[in-house]
Structures are given as structure tokens and as C-alpha cells.
């Protein structure tokens, strides 16, 4: 079934504020082995310029994430997440996240295409503080896979 | 404090790393990230989707490249954008050893004056897994 193009310029909110935590960013700074101190001592943040510790790169993907969630969910759009590939992604960081960020996201619907026998979503996912000035950027696109018996028709 | 300016020049190679996963590291990856896509721990969920085996989630090779340049630009907060396509599954068998990847990267354009482009080489069992991987640097 292919995508429907009215998709396109959909919004999904993340529900709530991300408040971000400390004892988090240590969290997914250990699940990817990165033992740089700047993830866990104040200190070292703040004696490069920050105000509390920040977070890795791609630390913005739960947020990210969390949007793709709502969209997949959407029954009006019928995406299945078991055949859901991640095609490609990008972050572009307007300053980095911090400890005691309270972020707010929202996931945009910015393209949809089918090829190949797979629909393809590009989707983009604005990530603010409260103030509502930006500070990360995520790009996705996300391959729904067809299954072997929508491919043979 | 980021590196600075005058210490790069394009050419430049980053020092390589080289990073085992195991299913314990996708089920922490999963848990720290909130993305528990079955496939990324339990066999029978890869093999209904039509994977050999369980797979490595994209988002931790990402990351695991990520810090071939956050370790080299001194400062993550330096990393401004980081792009990558994910070109190869990394399937992770369930032993003790897991999947060996292997990171490589390069300074491959100035930007300005205090901005770089790195790619980013990952590779896994002599495949590449990422594409057109690069992460644009500010230096101090």
C-alpha cells in the first residue's frame, strides 16, 4: 500500500517537556561506551564553557524518536513498525543539549515517496528549549519495507 | 575546549577505533534510548522480518562513530552536524564476542576558517555499514 502524499506537512507534538537529566545523559554516554567526563562531571563542562554537563551527538534521538512513535502510531497513516528500516539521519545542533534543558519537540512530516517497492517518510523533528529557541535539528528517513506478499501482487 | 584551527588541515586522519557489540550492548543501547524495536534482541522478531539475526540498532553505530570525532575535536559540543545513511545492517550473533566494527575517518574539507567536514569509514566484517557518514567540527 503505497503512502498517501497528503501526508506531507503533517505535525506530530511530542506530548510534554523532555526535562533533561544528568544521571540520563551518563546513561546513554555508558550504553555507547563513551567515557568522556564532560557527559558526567559539571565541572569539566563548565571548564569548557558550559553551563552543566551536555549531551553526546546523537543524545537528540529520544526526542526523536518519541515523534516517530506518535507518527507510527497514527492509525490514519497505517505505518506497520515492524518494517520500519531507518534509511538515514542527520543532526544539526543550534547549541548543545544540556543538563537541566527542558526541551520541547515536534516531528514533521516533510516528504513521502515510494520506490522500489518501499515508501519512504522523511521526517523532521524540531527540537526547542521552553523558550522556544532552537536547539536541535534531526532528519530522518524511515524506509517502510513492503511485505513479500504486497510485492508479488 | 575544541581543537584549534591551526592544529588541523584537510587531510588530516582522526585515530581509528575499534569497538566490539554484544547483545548486552544493544539491550543497554535500547534501554538508554528508549527504542526497544524487538529486533534488536530477540532472534525470532529479526527472522519474521526477514533478517539473518539479531541486528544492531543504526542509532548505535551512529553514536559509536560519533565519538571517533567528539574524542578528536576535543569538545562534543564542537560537533554542529552529524549525518550518516545506514548503508548495512551490523548483525550481532549471540556469543561472547558480538560483531567487531571498526572506525575510520578524515578531515576532508575546510568550511571557513574555524569550521571542518570529517568522514566517517565504519566497517564490519569487511563491509562498509555507514554511508556518506560526516560530521562538520568548529574549531576554536
Redesign the interface.
Known amino acids: 500500500m503505497a503512502l498517501d502524499p497528503s501526508f506531507v506537512g503533517r505535525c506530530f507534538p511530542v506530548p510534554g517537556t523532555y526535562q533533561v537529566a544528568r544521571e540520563k545523559i551518563r546513561?546513554?554516554a555508558?550504553?555507547?561506551?563513551?567515557n568522556?567526563e564532560?557527559?558526567r562531571d559539571p565541572g569539566v563542562a563548565q571548564a569548557?564553557?558550559?553551563r552543566d554537563v551536555?549531551a553526546?551527538?546523537?543524545f537528540a534521538?529520544?526526542l526523536a524518536?518519541?515523534g516517530q512513535q506518535a507518527l507510527v502510531c497514527d492509525p490514519e497513516l497505517g505505518l506497520d513498525?515492524?518494517?520500519?528500516?531507518?534509511?538515514?539521519?542527520?543532526?544539526?545542533?543550534h547549541?548543545?543539549i544540556r543538563a537541566g534543558d527542558e526541551l520541547v519537540a515536534t516531528l514533521h512530516v516533510d516528504g513521502v515517496r515510494t520506490m522500489g517497492g518501499n515508501d519512504m517518510l522523511t521526517v523532521r523533528c524540531e527540537i526547542t528549549d521552553s523558550a522556544g529557541d532552537p536547539v536541535t535539528t534531526a532528519?530522518s528517513m524511515l524506509v517502510f519495507?513492503h511485505s513479500?506478499a504486497e510485492q508479488d501482487r | 575546549m575544541s581543537r584549534r584551527r591551526g592544529e588541523v588541515v584537510e587531510g588530516d586522519e582522526l585515530p581509528g577505533l575499534q569497538v566490539r557489540v554484544t547483545r548486552a550492548d544493544l539491550v543497554r543501547y535500547a534501554g538508554a534510548s528508549g527504542d526497544f524495536n524487538p529486533i534488536h534482541w530477540n532472534e525470532r522478531a529479526a527472522r519474521e522480518v526477514g533478517l539473518p539475526d539479531v541486528i544492531a540498532h543504526g542509532m548505535l553505530t551512529m553514536a559509536l562513530a560519533s565519538r571517533l570525532v567528539t574524542t578528536w575535536a576535543g569538545d562534543p559540543g564542537a560537533v554542529v552536524n552529524y549525518s550518516v545513511r545506514f548503508i548495512r545492517p551490523i548483525v550481532v550473533p549471540d556469543d561472547a564476542d558480538g560483531a567487531l566494527v571498526e572506525f575510520s575517518g578524515k578531515v576532508v574539507r575546510r568550511v571557513d576558517e574555524g569550521t571542518v567536514v570529517v568522514a566517517i569509514t565504519a566497517r564490519c566484517a569487511a563491509q562498509s555499514v555507514l554511508g556518506q557518514a560526516t560530521a562538520t567540527v568548529a574549531l576554536s
Do not use: K, W
Not at chain 1, 30 to 34: Q, R, S
Open positions: 546513561e546513554f555508558d550504553a555507547i561506551g563513551d568522556d564532560i557527559y569548557c564553557g558550559y551536555i553526546p551527538p546523537t534521538i529520544i524518536f518519541r513498525y515492524h518494517r520500519m528500516v531507518h534509511g538515514n539521519q542527520s543532526f544539526t545542533h547549541r548543545p532528519l519495507r513479500a
